[in-house]
């Protein structure tokens, strides 16, 4: 009986030891890609809208994943480490966000609905936050800087703004919003360059950004 119980704590050390071995942007994308196929079968808030997002994204995060494996190896940490360093900045991200929120100096949106939090949270950790972090922080900030790249960061959020840059108004433009938004592209461009704590740590802060400010977690 000893005997079998060390063959089996063996092999769940192996297991583990293993897949702590994978990188930890694989297991994001088979997350994202299983619920892609099957989100409906476990959320019945799970609609078209979020397949729909889900399939771009899971286009674009692969292609650029790809793209970025020759020149960032950060992206390619194991699980082993880059589970902690997620959860810990996204933790902290959190803490830092409802105290903003305590103060005044942050306003979420107010008509976020439970029934959305498990699509909602699965969409930002696994597709929108480590897509983007590839984008700008796997590929731009390799080729451009960090300065370009945060700039680039904000510009593509203009869609979230509603500015249509061929059809604009320039003064009903949210430039505070803008301006947010390259800051967060700066700040997350200088975590990443840290080779301690590089895209985990950026992913695990733009998805806990996202998910307050959506009304996902300050209502926790």
Not at 31 to 41: D, K, V
Request: with cysteine; proline share 3%; hydrophobic share 60%.
């Amino acid at each position: 009986m000893r005997r079998q119980i060390i063959s089996i704590k063996n092999s769940i050390g192996a297991i583990y030891k293993n897949l702590g071995r994978i990188p930890f942007i694989f297991i994001l994308v088979a997350i994202a890609i299983y619920f892609w196929i099957n989100g409906a079968s476990h959320f019945p808030s799970w609609g078209t809208n979020q397949s729909s997002i889900i399939m771009i994204y899971i286009i674009m995060l692969v292609g650029f994943t790809v793209w970025a494996k020759k020149t960032e190896k950060q992206l390619f940490m194991p699980v082993s480490y880059s589970a902690f360093t997620f959860v810990f900045f996204f933790i902290v991200t959190w803490a830092v966000l409802l105290g903003l929120i305590s103060l005044g100096l942050l306003t979420p949106a107010s008509d976020f609905q439970m029934s959305l939090f498990f699509p909602m949270l699965i969409l930002q950790v696994c597709v929108v936050a480590p897509t983007e972090e590839v984008i700008f922080r796997g590929i731009l900030l390799e080729y451009t800087g960090i300065l370009v790249q945060a700039v680039l960061f904000a510009l593509w959020h203009s869609y979230a703004y509603e500015i249509l840059w061929y059809n604009i108004d320039i003064n009903i433009i949210r430039w505070g919003a803008l301006f947010f938004a390259f800051v967060m592209g700066l700040l997350l461009g200088f975590i990443a360059k840290n080779k301690r704590w590089g895209l985990p740590a950026t992913i695990g802060i733009h998805a806990c950004y996202n998910l307050v400010i959506l009304g996902a977690l300050n209502i926790l």
